[in-house]
C-alpha cells in the first residue's frame, strides 16, 4: 500500500521532469539464484537516478547514483520505505527485524517466522 502511493507521487515527478533526461526509479532489483535452484529477488528501496541515453536508435537508462543529478531539479517526494531491503523467494519474504517491527501493522494477518541471524 505505502509503495503503491509513493509510486503515484513519482510517476507525477518523472513527467515532470520528463524533459531533462532524467528518471527515478523507487526500487533497485538484484536477482539471485539460490545453490538449491530457488530464485531469489533481492529488492532495495530507496532513490535511483538514472540518466536517459540514445545509441543510434536505441534509447537506454544508465544508472548515475543515489544522490539527485542537478540542483535545477526539484526536489522528488520522500520514499515512505527508502532504506528498506527485502528478499523474496518463491512463497516467502525475508524482512531485516527493524524492518519488520517498523511495519508490523501491515502484517498483522500474516503467517510469519522469527530467523536467528
Known amino acids: ?57 536505441k534509447t537506454y537508462l544508465e544508472y548515475i547514483g543515489k544522490d539527485k543529478p542537478e540542483h535545477s531539479l526539484p526536489d522528488p517526494p520522500r520514499n515512505p520505505l527508502a532504506g528498506v531491503r527485502i528478499g523474496r523467494g518463491e512463497d516467502y519474504f525475508i524482512i531485516p527485524a527493524s524492518v519488520f517491527l517498523e511495519y508490523s501493522k501491515l502484517f498483522a494477518n500474516c503467517r510469519w517466522e522469527c530467523l536467528e541471524e
Open 1 to 57: 500500500m505505502l509503495l503503491d502511493e509513493y509510486k503515484s507521487e513519482l510517476y507525477r515527478y518523472n513527467t515532470l521532469i520528463r524533459n531533462t533526461e532524467y528518471y527515478l526509479k523507487p526500487v533497485h532489483k538484484v536477482y539471485y539464484k539460490g545453490v538449491d535452484g530457488t530464485r531469489i529477488i533481492y529488492e532495495y528501496y530507496g532513490t535511483y537516478w538514472w540518466k536517459k541515453k540514445k545509441k543510434g536508435y
